[in-house]
């Protein structure tokens, strides 16, 4: 039977009883229609080829390769692998595989000038203890928003790059590295539920644009504060077969990455794109 429920107060809700590969197209706009709603849709227990996540994923939007060519799956270039080849030739651990994710609250792809739309994980391992994923809204984040900085930001853009001002590129490949940053309005308005939502990630903007440095690192660090506001989280426990799907327009995640690196955490990934008009 299905049974849909919320999993947090403002965002999450989980679908089980539901065979995606079988959802007909009046089943899949009810599951786009919650996720949408609640910005973290789960749906447990699962049991997916490569393809058939592929497969699913396109029913969200366009699926694009991610910009860390090391990470992708050989076969499957759509497909991010994360955690495997954690362990570096010497045996030491790959921090930048282990910790990927978790070095701090963010939001997919602001780096680009269309980021994604959406980020779709498939648990395939997960350890015993730790490695959850913590979600926030970014339309709690708005709304918690003073009403100075909202007129103070409203039309603004950031600029954002893959490393931010900690320049942190590991997992990209040297051609990739060093692009001019990606313009984006903090205070953005959601193509299909028509909500105001804080755009912001603390690890990738540069600056805010047109403002003075010492106001932009003023504004970046007032943002920095009201992001996660704690109704608007919801934290993911995973289980093997889970699909998670977020919407990256609306709100942020972050990686715990406090599992013990001897055991598996494994998940393919898929990054989501919007049509272009
Ligand atoms: O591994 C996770 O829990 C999330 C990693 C992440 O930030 C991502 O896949 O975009
Ligand atoms: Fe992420």
Not at 31 to 53: K, M
Not at 216 to 236: F, W
Request: overall charge negative; glycine content about 10%.
């Amino acid at each position: 039977m299905v049974q849909i429920r919320k999993v947090g107060p403002l965002i999450g809700v989980e679908v089980s009883g539901v065979d995606i590969r079988a959802l007909d197209d009046a089943g899949f706009a009810a599951i786009y229609r919650a996720w949408l709603e609640s910005n973290v849709l789960v749906v447990t227990g699962q049991a997916l080829t490569i393809h058939e996540f592929l497969a699913y994923s396109r029913r969200f939007g366009v699926v694009s390769p991610h910009p860390s060519k090391s990470t992708r799956h050989p076969d499957v270039p759509e497909i991010t692998e994360l955690g495997t080849g954690k362990f570096n030739a010497d045996g030491s651990l790959n921090q930048a595989i282990y910790r990927r994710g978790a070095e701090g609250w963010h939001t997919d792809g602001a780096y680009d000038d269309i980021p994604f739309k959406a980020t779709q994980l498939f648990a395939l391992a997960i350890p015993d203890t730790g490695g959850d994923t913590l979600f926030a809204s970014g339309y709690a984040a708005y709304d918690a928003m003073p009403q100075r900085l909202k007129q103070r930001l409203e039309g603004v853009n950031g600029a954002f790059t893959y490393g931010g001002r900690t320049k942190a590129q590991a997992l990209l490949n040297p051609e990739d590295r060093d692009r001019a940053p990606a313009l984006h309005p903090i205070i953005r308005t959601h193509g299909e539920t028509g909500r105001k939502s804080m755009y912001f990630d603390p690890g990738k903007i540069l600056y805010i644009q047109g403002a003075e440095p010492a106001e932009s690192d003023d504004l970046i660090g007032e943002l920095t504060e009201l992001m996660i506001q704690p109704d608007g989280q919801y934290r993911h426990k995973w289980r093997v077969g889970d699909v998670v799907i977020w919407d990256n327009r609306c709100s942020y995640h972050k990686a715990a990455g406090d599992y013990p690196p001897e055991q598996d955490r494994i998940h393919w990934r898929t990054s989501i794109k919007e049509p272009v008009q």
